[in-house]
């Protein structure tokens, strides 16, 4: 064999070896997000998203959730959006708090009917000031167990009420508000978009039902791109990206197992979604990272009374997905799941309508720590959950 034959030889080989080594660098993602796309990933894949730009959001519970996530975690964030949601450890550890004071339910169940003709047994909406006072006492007793608050003084948050909303009053939202600003973040870094005829949901440019309803799916046709206009402020960048169809193959589905161990209990479901856009496949190109929060009856196991599961309704529906793909943002939807083996008057583990926890059902005796609610700390189940998986989307792999 001549000299050139065993140096083209010699050249395919090395080609090989080069082709097989790319092969091997991708294996990961191509594992994860290529191979078992039609299965549940058990984990997490590795990005490498940008660590300065995670910002999150939320309605309803979840609002609450994005607000105490963010406070808690002030130091890892960006941003946060509120939407229908009042300020950081409003309950204070009490169910009755939450749901009275906090919150008032959609659908009255008949006790809390009958109660609402006694004093002080009605739901009641206090005064901004009120409200921001106890969330002051909560961030102060946390001091130590979250962030130091001034880490906020860089974010940028978005607040949303409805003026046909009654189950969170825009009293509550107008609450966020004051604390943010209390805790130093800057009036020009604050935006608050009140839609009079919206109802208590999620508007977006998807739905169908009508703006002032409050009922289930909760995702209301306001003429109203939510999710656009919340990226689009917590991400002033995106201001310029044109949003397109969301790509059906970039959504997966992944265990939620792995986040939540060694937790006594969560109520998170076993398996979350992230919608990873095709530009974003490839570690390290620049993306960044939203958590996106459900509300009350949103999670994807959640069933209403002769209805099936709610499945991806808010997943697919908020509308996300479109300024994920066009603006190189990573959605995160974590997702909690319904548990009644709790009672109203012994709330751990009750969880009926599977929200977020903003009022202490993941602790025993969570109303005794009112003046420092364990719920809102980095170390509450939830939360850490939900940082691990944050944490995981960041690395590089």
């Known amino acids: 064999m001549g000299a050139d034959a065993i140096g083209l030889r010699r050249a395919r080989g090395m080609l090989k070896d080069v082709v097989r080594s790319l092969a091997l660098g991708a294996a990961v993602l191509a594992t994860l997000l290529g191979t078992v796309k039609a299965e549940v ?13 995670v910002t999150v959001s939320g309605l309803s519970s979840g609002a609450y959730m994005a607000g105490q996530f963010g406070v808690a975690y002030s130091a890892s964030l960006s941003g946060a ?76 948050i978005y607040l949303l009420s409805g003026g046909q909303d009654h189950v969170v009053e825009r009293n509550l939202v107008d609450a966020a508000g004051l604390l943010y600003r209390h805790l130093g973040v800057p009036e020009a870094q604050i935006h608050h978009e009140h839609l009079p005829k919206a109802g208590h949901a999620f508007p977006s440019l998807q739905a169908t039902a009508a703006c002032g309803v409050t009922k289930s799916p909760f995702i209301n046709q306001c003429q109203v791109d939510t999710a656009g206009e919340l990226l689009k402020w917590l991400h002033p960048d995106l201001a310029a990206v044109t949003p ?14 792995p986040y939540t161990a060694g937790s006594a209990f969560t109520s998170m479901d076993t398996t979350g979604w992230v919608y990873v856009p095709k530009a974003c496949k490839e570690p390290g190109v620049g993306c960044r990272l939203h958590v996106a929060f459900h509300g009350c009856e949103q999670g994807q196991s959640f069933k209403g009374e002769g209805q099936g599961a709610y499945g991806l309704q808010f997943v ?23 548990s009644t083996r709790g009672s109203f008057y012994q709330p751990y583990q009750f969880n009926p309508k599977g929200c977020w926890d903003f009022w202490g059902y993941t602790e025993k005796y969570a109303a005794n720590n009112a003046g420092a609610p364990n ?3 980095k170390s509450a189940p939830q939360m850490r959950a939900v940082k691990a998986m944050i944490d995981d989307l960041l690395k590089a792999p």
């Open 316 to 338: 697919k529906g908020a509308g996300y997905n479109r300024w994920a793909e066009a603006g190189r943002v990573v959605v995160l939807y974590p997702q909690v799941k319904p």
């Open 375 to 377: 719920f809102a700390k």
């Open 41 to 53: 990933l058990p984990h997490l894949p590795s990005l490498a998203l940008k660590v300065d730009e």
């Open 244 to 257: 397109v169809d969301a790509d059906e193959g970039a959504l997966y589905q992944f265990s939620q197992r």
């Open 81 to 156: 959006a509120v939407l229908a949601g009042g300020p950081y450890g409003c309950s204070r550890g009490s169910v009755s708090t939450a749901m009275l004071g906090c919150s008032c339910p959609a659908e009255k169940p008949l006790m809390l009917s009958l109660l609402q003709a006694f004093p002080g047994m009605a739901c009641t909406a206090f005064s901004p000031g009120v409200y921001e006072v106890f969330s002051e006492r909560a961030v102060k007793g946390n001091r130590g167990a979250i962030d130091d608050p001034t880490h906020l003084e860089r974010h940028r």
